[in-house]
């Protein structure tokens, strides 16, 4: 897999995703723009109020908490329970931006509904560039970066990079860092409090890496098959081959051809595990289980996906710990 440290953002390239249907974003852009004309505006924080957080991704919201504390107000707009890559906000949801003093999220072109959410909520201060939105893919290591030309015929192709880069506890360091340098950016008064809790927080992800590469030394060279290319960053961490796909093409679902082709595959390799988080559907993923004798491991995307994905850490050891329950026996 090719590795990239994504450089800085350039003006434009925000919705990158090469088959985002351009008559369901207008549909959203008109729907937030009418609820706009609903809200209300409400004075900025000040130096005694906590910084107002708003985040794409629930997940986010969980490292913003983490490192500001109580010094924070933290929402989140894309469900964990949805795809993120096909969020249709809601008027609360432009109140939530409209409202804040900082605005968190993925960068490259996973969020195809982050523009005309900023463009319905108003707030210049969120604007790409502006002291008040963080792009979180900076200096982030990007996988499967294209070396090459893309077409619409090659399916959902992210053209910056696989941007599931939250899945890599390495790259939670980066992430956290760049949270806390905002946060004190934005609020110098609490400063000392946000790298506090930025060193608890690493000395934390220091303990669980040794843990999680423990656990996931029965995981090392084995192979399994996902419904979805989102497993990159998670894969490289624990030493998980993953190279076929339920989606015959990024975004297309499965069909008759591709699972047979799958079905001699897994039988062929051995591979006894399928991993999907809970928001695809099952019914292809199950069938092709029992017909190779194989196991569907449902494993969490984000924060919140699952009552055991309460935050971060517990989303990883949630993960290892399904993955090993099933492959920790088999040889390689």
Partial sequence: MKNIVRPEPVEGRENGWLVWASTSSARTAATLLVALLFTSVTAPANATQPLRVATTLSTYADLVKQIGGENVEVSYVASPRFNPHFIEPRPSDVLKVKNADLLVHSGLDLEAWRGPLLDAAGNPNLFSGSKGELDLSIG?????????????????????????????PDNARIMAQAIAAK?????????AAYRERLGTFLQKLDQKT???????????????????????????????????????????????????????????????????????????????????????????????????????????????????????????
Avoid at 309 to 327: G, R
């Fill in 140 to 168: 982030i290591p990007l996988l499967e970066v294209p070396n090459r030309p893309l077409s619409r015929l090659m399916g959902d192709v992210h053209i910056y990079g696989n941007p599931h880069y939250w899945m890599g």
């Fill in 183 to 191: 946060l004190s950016d934005l609020d110098p008064t609490h400063a």
């Fill in 210 to 332: 040794a843990e999680w590469k423990q656990k996931a030394a029965v995981l090392q060279g084995k192979e399994v098959v996902a419904y979805h290319a989102e497993w990159s960053y998670f894969a490289q961490f624990v030493g998980l081959k993953v190279e076929q796909f339920l989606e015959p093409k990024p975004g297309i679902p499965p069909t008759p051809k591709q699972l047979g082709f799958l079905e001699e595959y897994m039988k062929q390799h051995k591979i006894q595990a399928i991993i999907q988080p809970t928001y695809y559907p099952k019914d292809s993923s199950e069938a092709l289980a029992r017909r190779v004798g194989a196991k569907v491991v449902i494993l969490c995307q984000n924060v919140g996906e699952l009552p055991q994905a309460k935050d971060y850490f517990s989303m990883i050891d949630y993960n290892i710990d399904q993955l090993a329950q099933v492959l920790g026996g088999q040889n390689g």
